[in-house]
Every structure is written in structure tokens, then in C-alpha cells.
């Protein structure tokens, strides 16, 4: 999990609220994704970011939003508009987007939205 | 489109007894495939990688991956399995500005 911080651990918010998680990282990459795991799914991607103030949608972007303002951060919002935001989050980020560059990961965030 | 397959949900196998993950893939052009390790309630772990070049490719915590271009797969291996080996593994393949990831197979390795 080095480099790379994601707050906080556990996270739980009621239904209709936004809610913000904090992803940083101290490895000098470019580029930055979220992913969201679901039990026997995998990981799905949500949003990535190949530079400062430029972010592409994944798969699964819908009720979600991004932004990245700094190299170091990549915060994911979670908006009401997401109809099942319940899951595991998982910040990475590599030196760049293509060829074998391979991904790092942070430690996650697990969301609860009761 | 890239993707991976990891045909089995669970593995099982003895604590000092070879262990084999298998993953299997479909791209277009040269392959990059990775392994990824996860342990409970923790992000995931890089093992190792290939990208060209030897098809057996050595990685972290003794373990290795072959790469067979006929059969396209990128099988995970160790010669002799630990408890603490116990964990869920992913198979991963670059597309194009991304990753594609296979469902996950969970190892359980028994003393």
C-alpha cells in the first residue's frame, strides 16, 4: 500500500448524502484511477486521470464525480444519484496509462450508505 | 476488447505443495498481464508482471507466472505454498488507458 493513503478506513453516511474520499499519493505519478470492488466481481473501474485537470469516465462512472486539481490527489465524490454506493473503494495510480506501466494501490475504503 | 479470465473461484491446496492461479486472456496486440495479490480489508499487492521477452517471469514472495502465447494464459505459480500465501489473487491485462482485472481467485493454503 505505499505511497498512496486513502481516508478514512470506513465510511458510513445515510441514504440522499453526498459523500467525498480522500485519495493521495506520494509517488510522483501521472496517472490516477478509482476503482469500486464488489464481492465476486472484481474491480470496475469508475473514473482515471492521465494528468492534472484532465479525468476520463470508466465503466461504472454514473453518480460519480472527480476532480484533480493537484498531481498528489484524486478524491472521489460518491453522489446521491449513485443508486447502490455500498462497496469497497480502491484508489491507484502508475507512472503513466500505457504499455506495462503496472498499477499501486492504496488500502481502501470501505463505504457503508444506509 | 482486453480482458482476463480466471476460471476458478476458489483454489485449495496443502501448505508445501506446488500451487498453481490460472488466468487465461484475450487482447489484441502485445499482451501486458500482471498478478495482484489482496489480503482481507487492504488494497492490492503488485506480484509481478510481463511484458516481453522469457515466459516464465519471477515476482515477489517467491512466486511466478507463465506465459504461453498459444494457450493465452498467464498462469500463477509457487513451487511449495505457505499459510500466509492464503489471500485473493488477481489477473490483470493493460488495455488502453486502463486495466482490466478477472474476478479473483481465493487461495487457501491448509497446514
Known amino acids: 500500500d505505499g505511497g498512496i493513503t486513502q481516508s478514512p478506513k470506513y465510511l458510513f453516511r445515510k441514504e440522499g448524502q453526498n459523500v467525498t474520499l480522500s485519495c493521495e499519493q506520494n509517488?510522483?505519478?501521472?496517472?490516477m484511477y478509482w476503482y469500486r470492488q464488489d464481492p465476486g466481481q472484481g474491480l470496475r473501474l469508475i473514473y482515471y486521470?492521465?494528468?492534472?485537470?484532465?479525468?476520463q469516465k470508466g465503466d461504472i462512472a454514473e453518480g460519480y464525480s472527480v476532480s484533480r486539481e493537484k498531481k498528489e490527489s484524486f478524491p472521489l465524490t460518491v453522489t446521491s444519484a449513485q443508486k447502490n454506493p455500498t462497496a469497497f473503494y480502491l484508489c491507484?495510480?502508475?507512472?503513466?496509462?500505457?504499455?506495462?506501466?503496472?498499477?499501486?494501490f492504496g488500502p481502501g475504503t470501505r463505504l457503508t450508505v444506509t | 476488447a482486453q480482458s482476463v479470465a480466471q476460471p476458478e473461484d476458489q483454489v485449495n491446496v496443502a501448505e508445501g505443495n506446488p500451487l498453481t492461479v490460472k488466468c487465461t486472456y484475450s487482447?489484441?496486440?502485445?499482451?501486458?498481464l500482471f498478478w495482484y495479490v489482496q489480503y482481507p480489508n487492504r488494497g492490492l499487492q503488485f506480484l509481478l508482471k510481463?511484458?516481453?521477452?522469457?515466459?516464465l517471469v519471477k515476482g515477489s514472495y517467491g512466486f511466478e507466472a507463465e506465459f504461453n502465447k498459444s494457450q493465452t494464459s498467464f498462469h500463477l505459480k509457487k513451487p511449495s505454498a505457505l499459510v500466509s500465501d492464503s489471500a485473493l489473487y488477481f489477473c490483470?491485462?493493460?488495455?488502453?488507458?486502463?486495466?482490466?482485472f478477472g474476478a479473483g481467485t481465493r487461495l487457501t493454503v491448509k497446514p
Open positions: 490483470a491485462v493493460r488495455a488502453f488507458n486502463d486495466m482490466r
Open positions: 509517488l510522483n505519478h501521472d496517472a
Open positions: 510481463y511484458i516481453t521477452g522469457d515466459n
Open positions: 486521470s492521465q494528468i492534472v485537470n484532465d479525468f
Open positions: 487482447v489484441s496486440g502485445n499482451p501486458y
Open positions: 491507484a495510480s502508475s507512472i503513466g496509462t500505457g504499455g506495462g506501466y503496472e498499477q499501486y
